[in-house]
């Protein structure tokens, strides 16, 4: 699978591989929900299907 990003000037584009498996988006320093919409608007933007996965030891109870 690829996804092809548009970027300004120059450059057309360019592509990377995203394999089953791979963590490509990472959300740290703001509360849950927050990252949560935030990362829910960007999979919408991409072309593969996309899975929300939380640490195990996130504590939902102390949030920043």
């Known amino acids: 699978m690829y996804v092809w ?9 360019y592509v990377f591989p995203i394999t ?4 490509i988006i990472e959300a740290d320093g703001v509360p849950f929900a927050v990252a949560k919409e935030a990362l829910r608007l960007a999979a919408q933007k ?3 299907t ?3 996965v939380v640490r195990r030891d996130y504590d939902f109870k102390n949030e920043n």
């Open 20 to 23: 089953p498996g791979r963590i």
């Open 50 to 52: 996309t899975k929300l």
């Open 46 to 48: 991409l072309p593969v």
């Open 5 to 13: 990003v548009k970027v300004k000037g120059d450059v057309e584009g």
